[in-house]
């Protein structure tokens, strides 16, 4: 959007150039040709087992230096090898490293023709300030999977955008795989084929739901599926990576805040255009997101939020499905398309993310 000042010397050039405009000159004009439909999205190879898999840090440093034999671990229990980027034991601050050294981790990955896949160890925070200085060239001649979740969701968000390419938003290695996550991550990096329906776990007790779905409004859309973390994709608003939702599914979920800091970024969406383009909505489980003692947190629950601003946009919307920051986690394959229908609490993926090796 134009700034007020930037508007008034555009107004101001516009009315002293309509002085020496003819009307013939005006009937030249061409009208805007339309815009030119999306690309099909770029898939990565699927894995085998074997595989080298790259581990990197874009975002925050490892506090416990040992929890990198746990992630290691991980890697060879999926019948891969590890191979750890030259930062990952970095540390800036709060960040992995330097700018400059988590950039050249995430860009040597991508041009080892050795490596297959490239996981993320961790979120926090750090990814946004890479993003302006990425090789999308680099990326886009050398697809690969990219899982991730959390500040993982600034590389989603801009390499989707930018590269074209299909990420996989599931677990980082610094973090848990319990065996329902272990063998849905198994299919999704080994099996070129649609992923099907994303389920929460089997509950123990139906009449007293641990995993509760719930309809905001019901419906049927059928897209591409794009987004992550709701604080990440609102960091990316009025900025080249901006997220892309015109009639898309976007996915949505977050940890650790207060319904009244969901409400301002869900608002700011909603502002930029941002949920009322979108196909149909899915807003995750918020692990940690009730309101504190303060008066003006208490003033709403998390599903009061989401009953206000998702269900008058009279399309489909779920809540509840387990993706994002959950022991127990979904794999979404950002990019390809999938069908939603709220109504019957279903997302089902319908095209692979992956193509044969």
Not at 115 to 126: K, N, P
Not at 146 to 151: A, I, M, N, W, Y
Not at 156 to 174: K, Q
């Given at each position: 959007?134009?700034?007020?000042?930037?508007f008034?010397?555009?107004?101001?050039?516009?009315a002293?150039g309509s002085l020496?405009t003819?009307?013939?000159?005006?009937a030249?004009k061409?009208?805007?040709?339309a815009?030119?439909p999306?690309?099909?999205?770029?898939?990565?190879?699927?894995?085998?087992?074997?595989?080298?898999?790259?581990?990197?840090?874009?975002?925050?440093?490892?506090?416990d230096l040992w929890r990198?034999?746990?992630a290691a671990?991980?890697?060879q229990?999926?019948?891969l090898?590890?191979?750890?980027?030259?930062?990952?034991r970095?540390?800036?601050?709060?960040?992995?490293?330097?700018?400059d050294?988590?950039?050249?981790d995430?860009?040597?990955?991508?041009a080892?023709?050795?490596?297959?896949a490239v996981?993320a160890?961790?979120?926090?925070?750090?990814?946004?300030r890479l993003l302006?200085?990425i090789?999308?060239?680099?990326?886009?001649?050398?697809p690969?999977?990219?899982?991730?979740f959390?500040?993982?969701?600034?590389l989603h968000?801009?390499i989707?955008?930018e590269?074209?390419?299909v990420?996989?938003?599931?677990p980082?290695?610094?973090g848990?795989?319990?065996?329902?996550?272990?063998?849905?991550?198994?299919?999704?990096?080994?099996?070129?084929?649609p992923l099907?329906?994303?389920?929460n776990?089997?509950?123990a007790?139906p009449l007293?739901?641990?995993?509760p779905?719930?309809t905001?409004?019901?419906?049927?859309?059928?897209a591409?599926?794009?987004?992550?973390?709701l604080t990440?994709?609102?960091a990316?608003?009025g900025?080249?990576?901006?997220?892309?939702?015109?009639?898309?599914?976007?996915?949505?979920?977050?940890?650790?805040?207060?319904?009244?800091?969901?409400?301002?970024?869900?608002?700011?969406?909603k502002?930029?255009?941002k949920?009322?383009?979108a196909?149909?909505?899915?807003?995750?489980?918020?692990?940690?997101?009730t309101?504190?003692r303060?008066?003006?947190?208490?003033?709403?629950s998390?599903s009061?939020?989401?009953?206000?601003?998702?269900?008058?946009?009279?399309?489909?919307?779920?809540?509840g499905?387990?993706?994002?920051?959950?022991?127990e986690?979904?794999?979404?394959?950002?990019?390809?398309?999938a069908?939603?229908?709220?109504g019957?609490k279903?997302l089902t993926?319908?095209e692979?993310?992956?193509?044969?090796?």
């Amino acid at each position: 959007m134009r700034s007020r000042r930037s508007f008034l010397r555009l107004a101001a050039a516009g009315a002293a150039g309509s002085l020496f405009t003819s009307s013939a000159v005006l009937a030249k004009k061409k009208p805007k040709a339309a815009a030119a439909p999306a690309p099909a999205p770029i898939k990565p190879r699927v894995l085998k087992p074997g595989d080298t898999v790259g581990l990197i840090a874009p975002a925050s440093y490892t506090f416990d230096l040992w929890r990198l034999d746990a992630a290691a671990a991980r890697v060879q229990a999926l019948g891969l090898k590890p191979k750890f980027g030259k930062y990952v034991r970095g540390r800036r601050g709060f960040l992995s490293g330097t700018d400059d050294e988590r950039l050249e981790d995430l860009h040597a990955m991508f041009a080892d023709a050795g490596v297959a896949a490239v996981f993320a160890l961790q979120g926090g925070y750090g990814t946004p300030r890479l993003l302006d200085r990425i090789d999308y060239d680099l990326i886009r001649r050398n697809p690969k999977i990219l899982l991730g979740f959390s500040d993982i969701t600034g590389l989603h968000l801009a390499i989707g955008r930018e590269a074209g390419l299909v990420t996989f938003h599931g677990p980082n290695m610094l973090g848990s795989l319990p065996p329902r996550t272990f063998e849905l991550l198994k299919k999704a990096l080994f099996v070129a084929e649609p992923l099907g329906d994303v389920t929460n776990p089997e509950e123990a007790d139906p009449l007293s739901a641990e995993f509760p779905l719930h309809t905001v409004t019901p419906g049927v859309a059928r897209a591409r599926m794009v987004g992550g973390n709701l604080t990440l994709v609102s960091a990316t608003m009025g900025t080249p990576f901006e997220i892309e939702t015109k009639d898309r599914i976007l996915l949505i979920e977050d940890t650790g805040e207060a319904p009244y800091r969901i409400d301002r970024m869900l608002v700011q969406l909603k502002l930029g255009g941002k949920l009322q383009e979108a196909a149909g909505i899915v807003f995750g489980s918020c692990s940690d997101c009730t309101a504190s003692r303060s008066s003006f947190e208490l003033t709403l629950s998390l599903s009061e939020v989401l009953d206000e601003l998702l269900a008058p946009l009279r399309k489909p919307v779920l809540a509840g499905l387990l993706f994002g920051h959950t022991k127990e986690k979904s794999i979404i394959p950002m990019g390809v398309e999938a069908e939603l229908d709220a109504g019957a609490k279903r997302l089902t993926i319908v095209e692979s993310a992956t193509v044969p090796g």
